[in-house]
């Protein structure tokens, strides 16, 4: 039995449940508003199924899980591949515990997207079976990659929940510079998902095309034997029209795009991270198509992309979605805490010989772990709920993703190979 392929077919189908779920979650809260006969039964009716799909979605998943760790023999949660969907299998998970306890339905039309822009963030990279690399030949693999994952789930639903609040509390009639202030930190937070649709669509676009572009460096190091420098040549491969090649290198080979023939600016040279250029020209190719996309659907849309998911909220209590956004982060900060931060030190012990060493990605974990607890700190001692809490719940996901996506493919470390 190929297990490697059943993985696959598993978590294709979870993804399509997840989207046809996400819609009728919309069709649940838009159609109540046109139901002419009775509002509450067609939500309660649409609500069952979108979450019957749901549950059948991550049954799916699971399956996936457990066939792709049969298929490669250890838990698959070692590269970005598989540390994104499990997150997204968690985030899943994490959701339907909370719908189970609050049962407020348009809680899935914030929680499905996060899952669905996961899985296709996931897709993006290399998703063969590959053995264990020797740093990660250990079953604090399992304990460590899994319960962080697991924190930042539930810090994800408690994300979607204080967008929530923030959609239905906010004023967009308002012309005072509190409500514009809170405007602008809406729409920036929509562009920041964007922005990863549009990294996913346009890497998937032009991988689709076969784009290649290749450039050489000259590069100076010790040798590690004999303690003197010598030169090695680099390469570099792109799959993006590079905007921006590395720091002092060569074309060695580039498709044309467009008519450029060649790239338009050089790196910086105190750009010295592992493939800084690439990095770099990315972070630009990602920025421009999130702005292209958002451009593209605020036209359509002819108001800002937060009024349009405002009208979605009409009748849900605000108090509530405070609630459940404090509760999930409240649920996620020790699991976090275990996970990325007593468990990570523990295997870094055992694999690098010290507990803490301020690697980026030990950095942000940090990072992660003082913001949520300034978040609590401010939420149960100071008094901060209903609009600053919120604020704070939607800018600690954003940090948190940061964590997963910028500091894996941006800033180099140690913890590189979860990029590869």
Known sequence: MNFEQWSENALLLAFILYNVSFIVYVVAIAGKKWSNRDPAAHLRRWTKFAILLTIIGLASQIVYFVTRWIASGHVPTSNMFEFTTFLSMAIVAAFIVLFAIYRISALGLFAMPVTIVLISYAAVFPKEVQPLIPALQSYWLYIHV???????????????AGLMYLLRTIDYSSTSSESRKS????????YAIVVVIGFVLITNGFRSTDYSAQFTQEIQQVDAKTGESITVT????????????????????????????????????WMKGLDSGRKLNTIIWSLLAGLILYGVIRLIARKPLGAVLQRMMGGIDADDLDEISYRAIAIGYP????????FAMIWAHEAWGRFWGWDPKETWALITFLFYTVYLHLRLSRGWQGKKSSWLSVIG????????????????????????
Not at 147 to 160: K, M, R
Not at 335 to 342: E, K, M, R, V, Y
Not at 397 to 420: K, R
């Open 183 to 190: 405007r602008l930190g809406i729409e920036f937070t929509i």
């Open 146 to 160: 899994t319960t962080a994952a697991l924190g930042e789930a539930f810090f994800a639903i408690g994300f979607a």
């Open 234 to 269: 680099k390469t570099t491969d792109y799959k993006l029209p590079p905007f921006i090649k590395p720091a002092n290198s060569t074309i060695a080979h580039m498709d044309s795009f467009i008519g450029m023939d060649e790239p338009l600016l050089s790196a910086p040279s």
């Open 397 to 420: 996901f954003l940090v948190v993703m940061f964590t997963l996506i910028g500091v894996n493919l941006i800033i180099a470390g140690l913890h590189s190979y979860a990029g590869v």
């Open 335 to 342: 699991i976090f805490a275990l996970g990325a931060l007593i």
